[in-house]
């Protein structure tokens, strides 16, 4: 039984593969089109003379992997992110 159970599954990966294969590299030309286009949609922006400024919290999103408090001072802490974020604080956070 488990033989066939595995069988199904590995088949079933397999089919799943050749179904969607990986997407092929976009080419420099489609790049520096973009880029271009970009450029231009940022130079004739409506707010690309207002000045933006991050007020917090500044959080990075994804898996937290990694908590390190400071243990004379609770409030001071690290968090370690899976996508290789660091967030330091020491006002808990505020």
């Given at each position: 039984?488990?033989?066939r159970?595995?069988?199904?599954?590995?088949?079933?990966?397999?089919?799943?593969?050749?179904a969607?294969p990986q997407?092929?590299?976009?080419?420099?030309?489609?790049v520096?089109?973009?880029?271009t286009?970009k450029r231009?949609?940022a130079?004739?922006s409506?707010?690309?003379?207002?000045?933006f400024?991050?007020?917090?919290?500044?959080?990075?999103?994804?898996?937290v992997?990694?908590l390190?408090?400071?243990?004379?001072?609770?409030s001071?802490?690290?968090v370690?992110?899976?996508?290789?974020g660091?967030w330091y604080?020491?006002?808990?956070?505020?």
């Open positions: 039984m488990k033989i159970t595995l069988l199904c599954v590995g088949v079933s990966v397999f089919a799943f593969a050749k969607y997407q092929p590299a976009t080419s420099a030309s489609q520096q089109q973009a880029l286009q231009t949609a130079q004739s409506l707010v690309k003379n207002l000045p400024e991050n007020i917090g919290p500044s959080v990075m999103s994804g898996r992997v990694d390190a408090v400071n243990p004379d001072m609770p001071e802490f690290y370690g992110y899976a996508s290789g660091l604080t020491n006002n808990n956070g505020t």
